[in-house]
């Protein structure tokens, strides 16, 4: 069987709580040999770190989502500092602009994004970055804060085929979910299409945005296999094919070995 690695997925959420260690012990039967645990917030921060150091096959990105920075200041920040350290926090993030719920102030969101690149320039580690209807602040300020030196993946990458070609130019990757599936996703399947195979993340955001045919159900890093056929079938590739090139890319971007 093909090796999964699902880049992004939150299984420290509640939806998880009845049945996580079930789910856990039946994922490589599924295929799914390694889940990035994406953290959000200073507590998710904490359930990430008890997550990969109890699992094997989890590692995990410490950062604050834009919606949860006005909880930062300077002595907690050293929380998310520390906790990105770790030897198996593979990347900082999730962090970025959210400006469509807009749960923080933009000025809050921005200073805290700023910070974490910072904090991800100084420790040589990948970065993951969520933006939602904030394309243009996005762009400017990641290159204002040195683009290209950045190693980046846009998770659940959501803008034009424009947008998607100034960050290949800088070499970063997009990520890449259920949403693909869904009929009225026009754009990002343009996107996909448009793009190289091997700038792909796969990705789940578990416990969210569920593949059809079970878009509304709770998600997990089994259903990823109905996002692989959905980019293979657009980009004219065998399953086979995607399933080996999104390993590969996955290895690359948070540098882990490829066996
Ligand atoms: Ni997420």
């Known amino acids: 069987m093909k090796k999964i ?9 509640e939806a998880f709580d009845a049945d996580r260690e079930e789910l856990f012990a039946s994922m490589r039967d599924q295929g799914v040999e390694r889940i990035v ?25 410490a950062g604050v989502h ?15 500092r520390r906790a990105a350290m770790h030897e198996k926090m593979v990347a900082v993030g999730e962090i970025g602009l959210d400006y469509y719920w807009d749960s923080s102030d933009r000025e809050t969101q921005k200073k805290w994004f700023l910070r974490q690149l910072e904090l991800a320039r ?10 939602r209807e904030a394309a243009q602040d996005t ?46 996703a026009r754009k990002l399947k343009e996107v996909v299409s448009f793009m190289p195979l091997d700038r ?24 990823i296999r109905f996002v692989v056929e959905e980019i293979a079938r657009l980009k004219d590739v065998s399953i086979d094919e995607v399933l080996e090139t999104t390993w590969d890319n996955a290895c690359r971007f948070y540098r882990l070995n490829e066996d």
């Open 66 to 80: 834009p919606d949860d920075t006005k909880e930062l200041n300077e002595e907690n920040f050293e929380q998310v």
């Open 122 to 131: 100084e420790l040589d580690k990948p970065v993951i970055i969520h933006s």
């Open 139 to 184: 762009l400017e300020l990641i290159k204002a804060a040195g683009g290209p030196d950045f190693s980046m993946v846009i998770h659940c990458f959501s803008y034009s085929t424009e947008i998607a070609g100034e960050y290949l130019n800088m070499g970063y990757y997009l990520g890449i979910g259920g949403v693909v599936t869904y009929k009225n």
């Open 200 to 223: 792909i993340l796969l990705e789940t955001d578990a416990p969210y945005l569920t593949p059809v045919p079970f878009r509304g159900k709770r998600n997990s890093s089994d259903k």
């Open 37 to 61: 645990n994406v953290s959000a917030s200073l507590h998710e921060i904490e359930e990430t770190l008890k997550l990969i150091e109890r699992c094997p096959f989890i590692y995990g990105a």
């Open 5 to 13: 690695f699902d880049t992004h997925a939150h299984y420290d959420d």
